[in-house]
């Protein structure tokens, strides 16, 4: 078992009247073991939990794991010559680590694989139109568009040109708009800050609170521990396939081993983080302005 650090769950109020309350886990992997052809493991025995409405943080270094655990979640190893070789994966209490890609998506659990990976040749309303087909009804379609046009604004401005043409951050916004547009109860996020700079890491950061905010867990894979762990309430750090540390976001973000590992502990990502959280407020406040206006 990894160390766990501090109390798991309970921790919303209730604990302040010394009532330990659990959480129920939406997600739950146990001991998942994946490996890809024959020789190379690339998860060992991974315990992970995440409660409905919170937002999970996964860190850790280059081929940790981290990809590898969303595309067990989504159905997807399969795609990339991997399999689940022990372990079970449960969402809402039903096993979906058997289920085909589509029907993990029916599930409600809808992933941003790494690098954004958008229709370059078709518009911005073409992808958005894509992502909607995942959509339980007309009803649910039309609801999911009007978030993506408040979460988003620009991808409104820019809804006939080419997705190709956006820039890396739009194009990463473009993608979390189309997995939005399926209604997921859970969103999967695979390092959606890789390649933004800091003030677009902010917003990004700023959009993933918004979505939790209107009910929507996520899962949030990054190299970027100092947004994720800001984001999110619960983290877990992966080491060469297996769970190094996990517990609450706030203690990970405060322990030594942590802060040495992925905070890197001085001045530049301090720097960093100061001009990603200016970006973060001035986004929120922007979007407070605009609400105002409507
Ligand atoms: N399709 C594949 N075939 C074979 N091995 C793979 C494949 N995809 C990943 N691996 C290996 O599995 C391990 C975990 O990789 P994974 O991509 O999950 O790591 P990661 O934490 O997402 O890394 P990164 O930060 O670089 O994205 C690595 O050793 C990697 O080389
Ligand atoms: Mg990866």
């Known amino acids: 078992m990894a160390p766990t650090m501090g109390a798991r769950g309970g921790d919303r109020g209730d604990s302040e009247l010394g009532v330990e309350t659990e959480w129920t886990a939406v997600l739950i992997v146990k001991g998942l073991s994946v490996r890809y052809g024959r020789s190379v493991r690339a998860l060992e025995d991974v315990d992970v939990e995440l409660p409905d409405d919170a937002v999970l943080a996964v860190l850790g270094g280059n081929g940790a794991g981290k990809s590898t655990l969303l595309r067990a979640i989504s159905g997807t190893l399969k795609l990339h010559r991997g399999a689940v070789t022990a372990g079970e994966i449960t969402f809402e209490g039903e096993r979906i680590d058997r289920l085909d890609p589509a029907l993990v998506v029916r599930r409600g659990v809808v992933a941003v694989p790494e690098g954004r990976q958008v229709f370059a040749r078709m518009t ?14 007309a009803r649910a379609r039309t609801a999911a568009r009007e978030r993506v046009r408040e979460l988003f604004p620009v991808l409104a401005e820019r809804a006939s040109q080419r997705a190709g043409l956006l820039s890396g951050g739009e194009q990463q916004m473009l ?3 189309r997995a939005l547009m399926s209604g997921p109860k859970l969103l999967l996020l695979d390092e959606p800050s890789l390649g933004l700079a800091p003030q677009m890491v902010g917003r990004i950061g700023a959009i993933i609170k918004e979505i939790h905010d209107q009910g929507t867990a996520v899962v949030v894979v ?3 521990a100092t947004m994720a762990l800001r984001v999110a309430q619960h983290a877990v750090a992966l080491e060469v396939g297996r769970v190094a540390l996990s517990g609450p976001a706030g203690a990970l973000a405060e322990s030594d081993e942590v802060q040495r590992l992925y905070l890197g502990g001085h001045a530049e990502s301090e720097e960093q983080a100061a ?3 200016r ?5 929120a406040v922007g979007r407070r302005l605009a609400r105002w206006g409507s």
Not at 125 to 132: F, H, M, T, V
Not at 279 to 283: F, I, L, R, S, V
Request: hydrophobic share 45%; net charge negative.
């Open 275 to 277: 001009a990603e959280a």
């Open 222 to 224: 990054e190299q970027n």
């Open 124 to 137: 911005v309303e073409e992808n958005l139109r894509a992502g909607g087909l995942g959509a339980r009804d």
């Open 175 to 177: 993608a979390i708009g």
């Open 279 to 283: 970006a973060a407020e001035a986004h």
